[in-house]
């Protein structure tokens, strides 16, 4: 099955050899690149003392290249979605790693369920509001750090050929709502997806498959819960 993966480079080298493992072509069109400040992320572990959280690996990335600054904080818990970002954070030598399996909403209840009253939030632009929300909903005092932006990438024509050169992709990866958006946004990758065309288009979450368009809603599906495991598990 040839698969059309929108992630950024660093996260689609690494789908596309899951997906060379399970037997499928994987093929990368990258929508958005990650621009890090790690002198934001320094700032705001240096201005707090209590518990960390991440949504996403890309925070994690962020604050890998800190070295020295960033030993003083490794005794401090760190909360993530998904159980990658987690061990992501443990390999930078995090002591206290905890991971919820599901959102935004899931992460501000676990860290609700352990007493957490205060927590700064390393974060990215743009970004899903489902987290904060669940921390103001449960009353848990928290900053943010924005360390991390995704910048979108306009791919030519040229790269667009050359993505559907040997056909189009059985199914496409869609791991976030601004990326799906991207997607369907550029003319040439739309109208590569005719509605009868029956190509599969494979959502992480509710959220993401709102930004496909109701004439293809059809040809969505989404993961029964928000991780690479799951969505991989739809081909």
Same mark, same amino acid.
């Given at each position: 099955?040839?698969?059309?993966?929108?992630?950024?480079?660093?996260?689609?080298?690494?789908?596309?050899?899951?997906?060379?493992?399970?037997?499928?072509?994987?093929?990368?069109?990258?929508?958005?690149?990650?621009?890090?400040?790690?002198?934001?992320?320094? &700032?705001? #572990? +240096? /201005?707090?003392?209590? %518990?960390?959280?991440?949504?996403? *690996? @890309? $925070?994690? =990335?962020?604050?890998?290249?800190?070295?020295?600054?960033?030993? &003083?904080? #490794? +005794? /401090?818990?760190?909360? %993530?979605?998904?159980?990658?970002? *987690? @061990? $992501?954070? =443990?390999?930078?030598?995090?002591?206290?790693?905890?991971?919820?399996?599901?959102?935004?909403?899931?992460?501000?209840?676990?860290?609700?369920?352990?007493?957490?009253?205060?927590?700064?939030?390393?974060?990215?632009?743009?970004?899903?509001?489902?987290?904060?929300?669940?921390?103001?909903?449960?009353?848990?005092?928290?900053?943010?750090?924005?360390?991390?932006?995704?910048?979108?990438?306009?791919?030519?024509?040229?790269?667009?050929?050359?993505?559907?050169?040997?056909?189009?992709?059985?199914?496409?990866?869609?791991?976030?709502?601004?990326?799906?958006?991207?997607?369907?946004?550029?003319?040439?990758?739309?109208?590569?997806?005719?509605?009868?065309?029956?190509?599969?288009?494979?959502?992480?979450?509710?959220?993401?498959?709102?930004?496909?368009?109701?004439?293809?809603?059809?040809?969505?599906?989404?993961?029964?819960?928000?991780?690479?495991?799951?969505?991989?598990?739809?081909?």
């Amino acid at each position: 099955m040839r698969v059309l993966v929108t992630r950024p480079a660093h996260s689609a080298t690494k789908t596309a050899q899951r997906l060379r493992d399970m037997g499928h072509e994987p093929l990368l069109l990258a929508l958005r690149r990650p621009v890090h400040d790690s002198a934001a992320a320094a &700032a705001a #572990l +240096a /201005r707090t003392s209590g %518990a960390i959280a991440v949504t996403s *690996a @890309e $925070a994690v =990335r962020v604050i890998s290249v800190l070295g020295e600054t960033l030993r &003083a904080h #490794l +005794a /401090r818990p760190l909360f %993530a979605v998904g159980e990658m970002t *987690a @061990e $992501a954070a =443990r390999s930078l030598g995090f002591q206290s790693v905890a991971s919820s399996s599901g959102n935004g909403g899931d992460l501000a209840d676990l860290v609700a369920a352990r007493g957490i009253d205060d927590l700064l939030y390393l974060a990215g632009l743009p970004r899903a509001e489902t987290f904060e929300a669940g921390l103001r909903q449960r009353g848990i005092r928290f900053s943010i750090g924005e360390c991390y932006r995704m910048q979108p990438i306009a791919p030519g024509p040229a790269e667009i050929e050359a993505v559907f050169a040997g056909g189009r992709p059985d199914a496409v990866l869609f791991y976030s709502r601004q990326t799906a958006d991207d997607f369907f946004g550029v003319a040439e990758l739309r109208s590569a997806l005719p509605e009868e065309s029956g190509i599969r288009l494979l959502c992480l979450s509710e959220a993401v498959a709102e930004a496909v368009p109701a004439a293809l809603k059809k040809n969505a599906a989404i993961a029964p819960m928000p991780d690479e495991k799951s969505l991989l598990s739809l081909l």
